[in-house]
Nanobody, 124 residues
Framework: QVQLVESGGGLVQAGGSTRLSCAASGRTSRSYALGWFRQAPGTEREFVAAIRRSGTDTTYASSVRGRFTISRDNAKNTVYLQMNSLKPEDTAVYYC?????????????????WGQGTQVTVSS
């Protein structure tokens, strides 16, 4: 079992920046992929970014590439999402997740554990 607790989020002006954090506990050594997803009202959950637990492999959705950066600190069992140059279209509930493989890290149903979600609202 892995538990994920998110922090951060809130109100941000367009063009601004913020950082989300997700602290993991439990059997974190069994998780090979750490990811971020988001869901806006009336839409399905979509992939944002993912990072391999070991090494430096990362992948991003095209809509956020160059603006968002995913990182991790294994010693603290924490994954981060740095969000720069925010747009109103980035407004959503953001979820962190952990998966036991790196086969298809952009696919939501691959992930085994999910955080509670945190709201990010970008004003225009």
């Amino acid at each position: 079992q892995v538990q994920l607790v998110e922090s951060g989020g809130g109100l941000v002006q367009a063009g601004g920046s913020t950082r989300l954090s997700c602290a993991a506990s439990g059997r974190t050594s069994r998780s090979y992929a750490l990811g971020w997803f988001r869901q806006a009202p009336g839409t399905e959950r979509e992939f944002v970014a993912a990072i391999r637990r070991s090494g430096t492999d990362t992948t991003y959705a095209s809509s956020v590439r160059g603006r968002f950066t995913i990182s991790r600190d294994n010693a603290k069992n924490t994954v981060y999402l740095q969000m720069n140059s925010l747009k109103p279209e980035d407004t959503a509930v953001y979820y962190c997740a952990a998966a036991n493989s790196w086969i298809t890290p952009t696919t939501s149903n691959l992930y085994d554990y999910w955080g509670q979600g945190t709201q990010v609202t970008v004003s225009s």
